[in-house]
């Protein structure tokens, strides 16, 4: 069997013919056992030894193979704001095709349980693992955690796709009741031109919210970046720097 890359995993098995009866088998030529199984090998060439009731030897010279190991990356932790839309992309060092298993936990009825990409909505910090095992029996694993911030209950999607398909159409700011008033939303583009500005409005309403158009022109996709200040019902403030992702 062969060996995953230097785990010591290898294992060897010795079947003998002709000889009489009891057969010794030694992997070093000093130490003999009655079994023909040696356990515990790393990769590399092996004489091994047989030796009947008789003294009568034999040797055999056995290669045993080391596969590439198998190492899986989800990436850093992140902190991301409730209801921010993730992508979790997986990296593996081998081929598609030459993983037997792809096993996600963490994820809640995934579209496509064995793809190496993953996209999530967390609403509570949450961690999300990922094990893959090779055709050769190589295993790796590794574990991702999405650490969600909450502001006042203060929410602006990081993602919207203004494509008139009635999901996600506009950019919507989001706030639970200690949020008394949205004093200013601007939003940017690249180059730091403004292409929206609305002030003094209420969050929660969609007829206010942007849909992705400058002078009835639509934008085109990418990053933009945005500045919030918000004021609590107790006169304070809350102000808020971030990025938001147009699609179409």
């Given at each position: ?16 013919t002709g000889?009489?009866?009891p ?6 030529g000093m130490t003999y056992?009655?079994?023909g199984?040696f356990e515990?090998?790393?990769g590399?060439a ?6 009947d009731a ?5 040797e055999e010279?056995?290669?045993?193979n ?17 209801g ?10 081998v081929?598609?095709?030459?993983l037997?298993?792809?096993d ?35 295993v ?39 949020i ?12 730091g ?9 209420q ?6 919210a ?14 933009y ?24």
């Amino acid at each position: 069997m062969p060996d995953c890359f230097e785990e010591g995993s290898g294992t060897i098995r010795v079947v003998s013919t002709g000889g009489v009866e009891p057969i010794q088998y030694s992997i070093d030529g000093m130490t003999y056992q009655s079994s023909g199984v040696f356990e515990g090998l790393s990769g590399g060439a092996y004489t091994i030894h047989a030796a009947d009731a008789n003294a009568c030897t034999a040797e055999e010279i056995i290669v045993l193979n080391a596969p590439l190991s198998v190492q899986i990356e989800l990436g850093e932790d992140q902190d991301i704001e409730s209801g921010d839309t993730v992508i979790i992309h997986a990296v593996v060092n081998v081929p598609y095709d030459s993983l037997a298993l792809i096993d996600w936990t963490g994820l809640e009825e995934p579209a496509c349980p064995t793809c190496l990409s993953q996209t999530v909505i967390p609403v509570i910090t949450s961690t999300y693992s990922l094990t893959v095992m090779s055709v050769d029996g190589c295993v790796d694993a590794d574990s991702l955690t999405l650490y969600v911030e909450t502001n006042g209950g203060l929410y602006v999607p990081n993602v919207f796709s203004p494509n008139g398909d009635g999901i996600n159409d506009v950019l919507l700011i989001s706030a639970g009741t200690d949020i008394n008033e949205i004093e200013s939303f601007s939003i940017f583009d690249r180059w730091g031109n403004m292409v929206y500005l609305k002030e003094h409005f209420q969050p929660n309403d969609p007829g206010v919210a942007w849909d992705g158009t400058l002078r009835g022109e639509n934008m085109n996709p990418g990053v933009y970046v945005y500045r919030l200040v918000a004021r609590r019902v107790d006169g304070s403030k809350v102000a808020r720097n971030g990025d938001v992702t147009l699609i179409r």
